[in-house]
């Protein structure tokens, strides 16, 4: 908001080209310091879905070759690959899910063969909270020369990541759900290992390296991440997100985790006392802080949804026929008792 201020304010007198320059740079560093990796290793975007299609072309993957992911993903993990496939005539081949919206990690590593190109997954399924085991997909990708692309949009912020150990070649993250950044900005982590074979899918005057020598007749692209920086964004947002992610880093991701661990835990105790149904995996391994419960029969999960925030002022999400519940760093257990208190109300 300062930012948008001063803009509004001065123009390009309160943010000038040395400003827009560096203007991914705070973001860049506070994802770094997130995440465990080199500020090289970052790069900042507008949306996840925009960096994952700028990731898509250019990894390209060619004809006869397949792409390997989940049934159960948000569909911008899917659709950037889904584009591409269709351009080249590579294949995308999705594990299934089960009626608990569960996918067994065995069926999506069943699908890569040497045809594999690309594994990619939402580290944490956004409907049922499903966690995978990156180092696992990350194995089974590189045998077969394949890289690992991660949607961790529904993870980064409340799940602890060291990115350089991960096995991920690729994480890309929104900044609006556990990051709590506004609309308008985005986070990818690009390996080294993979950086400078990527030819990004969108490019722009920000592409090259030195993006005030304007001429349009020849690009040398960055040796880092920020290759995949090629226009201008809302740099407030971007500057948001860095102050809200420096905020996430100085309580400490794993004090983050545990809080929102120890929340969920309180919803899934709220939900046995109510009765009801619990869809999200609840083994620590496969676990994370999103909790769906299913419904009694006959009772809509959209409509207790609108009833909880608009008579208890509570906002959860109705997503796929289930009510899921996102405790993070701003709640507090006295808050996960209102909701299972309104639950009961509602459903009696
Ligand atoms: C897993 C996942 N990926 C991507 C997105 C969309 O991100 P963006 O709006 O930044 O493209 C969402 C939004 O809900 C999501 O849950």
Redesign the pocket.
Same mark, same amino acid.
């Given at each position: 908001m300062e930012w948008s201020d001063a803009l509004a304010r001065g123009g390009a007198a309160e943010f000038d080209g040395e400003a827009e320059k560096n203007g991914m740079m705070p973001l860049r560093r506070a994802t770094a310091r997130l995440l465990s990796c080199e500020v090289e290793n970052v790069c900042v975007g $507008?949306?996840?879905?925009?960096l994952?299609c700028s990731v898509a072309w250019a990894v390209s993957p060619p004809k006869g070759s397949n792409i390997v992911s989940t049934k159960a993903?948000?569909p911008?993990?899917v659709y950037p690959w889904t584009r591409v496939a269709d351009a080249n005539g590579a294949e995308v081949r999705l594990a299934d899910y089960n009626s608990g919206l569960y996918t067994e990690p065995d069926d999506i590593l069943s699908l890569i063969d040497q045809d594999t190109v690309v594994v990619t997954v939402?580290h944490?399924e956004?409907s049922s909270g499903q966690r995978y085991d990156l180092r696992r997909l990350a194995n089974a990708a590189h045998s077969v020369g394949a890289i690992l692309v991660v949607?961790a949009?529904?993870s980064m912020g409340m799940v602890p990541i060291d990115a350089p150990n991960s096995g991920a070649d690729v994480i890309v993250s $929104?900044?609006?759900?556990w990051l709590r950044g506004t609309?308008g900005a985005?986070v990818g982590y690009i390996s080294p290992s993979v950086c400078s074979d990527m030819y990004p899918g969108l490019l722009g005057f920000r592409s090259h390296d030195d993006i005030w020598d304007l001429r349009a007749e020849r690009m040398t692209l960055p040796e880092d991440a920020s290759r995949f920086e090629y226009t201008t964004i809302h740099f407030g947002a971007a500057l948001g997100l860095a102050r809200a992610i420096d905020e996430i880093c100085d309580f400490g991701t794993q004090e983050v985790w545990e809080h929102d661990l120890k929340l969920a835990d309180l919803v899934i105790e709220g939900a046995n006392r109510l009765g009801l149904n619990i869809v999200s995996p609840m083994s620590e391994r496969e676990r994370s802080a999103i909790v769906s419960l299913r419904m009694p029969a006959g009772v809509s999960s959209e409509i207790i949804s609108r009833r909880l925030q608009e008579e208890h002022s509570i906002l959860v999400t109705s997503r796929a026929g289930l009510l899921r519940v996102s405790p993070h760093m701003d709640n507090t257990p006295e808050e996960v008792e209102m909701l299972i208190q309104a639950l009961n109300t509602l459903l009696s």
């Open positions: $507008s949306s996840a879905t925009e994952l993903s948000f911008s993990t939402s944490v956004f949607d949009t529904q $929104s900044g609006y759900k609309y985005a």
